[in-house]
């Protein structure tokens, strides 16, 4: 059962941060910094796949919190999805532009494993937030092999759909069709269990 | 004038009026292809397009999502999700040197700013603050280049070391001066507040062998007073000492003798700074 009252305190905390942050306060950013701290560099390490594209990665993202926080719209969803989104885009760009640090081959084929991975000793996480990173695990897990494959070449590998067929040696329109699926399964899965 | 360029003017009006042939490609008989527009926002959701796919999402999402209530419903779904998959990846402590970083650059907006918003602040205050922070960026950038450096060299002491020289300069009521040479590039940077200096620099070269660098705070009266000797460690200057430079005028960093005596610089100038507003034709910056 999703802790429901624990999340919304938790994008009410955000949001209260988020109207400081408005007003030029730098302790409410810093605040912001220790909640989405480690989400945010553990998200951009995971695309990125080097600790200083994933430092640059994150510190973009917070400056450019910092610098136009109105970019983020309240009624457009959470704090928390805004900024995260923030940071995957940043880290797959970043990525685009730095594929010669990384072997594609490689990172396609070894995709960080889902099941049984705890997070870092010394990262303290919003309970909400945990419980969530369990509930998108286990739904990432229990996608079927192939369509699991193109989310992960896509999301967290930084691939666009013609590189993922072409990595993959199938037609792109097969890649469309798995990401399609997949991508449903995970709504139907996540939005249940979001209520 | 390209009609297509994103300020001009688009002749007709809604998207249905216009002669739109990219959206064509997603119609069937007549009808659009839902099959075909949840595919592209699947992806474009997920940031995988590219070329004439991320075109043709774009254009789904300006001229058909405000008319598709479906598809608009769509599209935030995929969005929810996929800020939901980035709780897929395991979270990491991020580096130590990551919050003073930021810190630095942020730091150029005082904590108690008098008014309400800073897109409301006074022109003259955005431009005393933009000071600010290009010293503050410099700042930044040769903590983060001699970050890289130590890294690379594996020497957690000195990050230690660049630890609390960030610590102190990074303080609200630290005060960062730059201290500037006329015989290298390489630029020196001093913190002061309380009984504490600061000094950092990154890529500067050893002293003559047998000297030493002597840093000094003088007065205007031309009485200056020894602070420390050093020399650099790989290039990299991270030091911090009990001394209270509030009643100092100017900074002054000279090579001498390792030894000799310390009573007045003797030895050849290498970097200085005023500590003091910089008058008409100054050499130092303030950056606080």
Known sequence: MCPVGEREELDRLDLALHDRLLAGDPLAFEELYKRYAPGAYGLALRVTGHELLAQEVAHDAFLALWRAPEAFDPSRGPFRSFFLSLVHHRAVDTVRREQRLRTRTDRAANLEPFAGEDIAEDVVEEAWIAHRRTEVRKALTELPEEQRRVVEMAYFGGMTQAAIADELHIPLGTVKTRTLAAMQKLRRFLETNDR | ?288
């Open chain 2, 1 to 288: 004038m390209n009609e297509h360029e994103p300020d001009s003017p688009r002749p007709g009006g809604a998207w249905w009026e216009r002669d739109e042939p990219a959206l064509d490609a997603l119609r069937s008989n007549g009808q659009f292809d839902h099959q075909r527009i949840d595919e592209l926002l699947a992806a474009h959701a997920l940031h995988a397009l590219d070329g004439d796919d991320l075109r043709l999402a774009e254009l789904v999402l300006t001229e058909h999502l405000p008319t598709c209530d479906r598809c608009r419903e769509t599209a935030d779904g995929f969005r929810a999700i996929t800020a939901d998959l980035a709780l897929g990846s395991r979270p990491h402590a991020p580096p130590e040197m990551l919050l003073p970083r930021l810190r630095m650059q942020t730091l150029a907006v005082p904590v108690d700013a008098p008014t309400p918003s800073h897109r409301t602040r006074s022109r003259r205050a955005v431009g005393s603050w933009l000071s600010a922070a290009a010293a503050l960026v410099l700042i930044g950038l040769v903590l983060w280049n001699a970050f890289l450096h130590v890294r690379l060299g594996q020497l957690s002491g000195r990050q230690q070391d660049i630890a609390r020289v960030t610590n102190l300069i990074s303080q609200p009521d630290a005060k960062r001066v730059r201290l500037d040479s006329i015989h290298t590039r390489t630029h020196v940077l001093f913190g002061y507040r309380e009984a504490e200096v600061a000094l950092f620099g990154s890529d500067v070269e050893p002293p003559a062998k047998g000297d030493v660098y002597r840093l000094w705070l003088g007065r205007d009266n031309g009485h200056f007073d020894h602070v420390a000797d050093f020399v650099p460690n790989e290039g990299v200057v991270a030091l911090v000492f009990g001394f209270d430079a509030h009643e100092y005028d100017r900074i002054l960093i000279t090579q001498e003798p390792a030894g000799s005596p310390t009573i007045r610089p003797t030895g050849d100038q290498k970097w200085s700074a005023l500590l003091r507003p910089t008058p008409p034709g100054g050499t130092g910056r303030q950056s606080d």
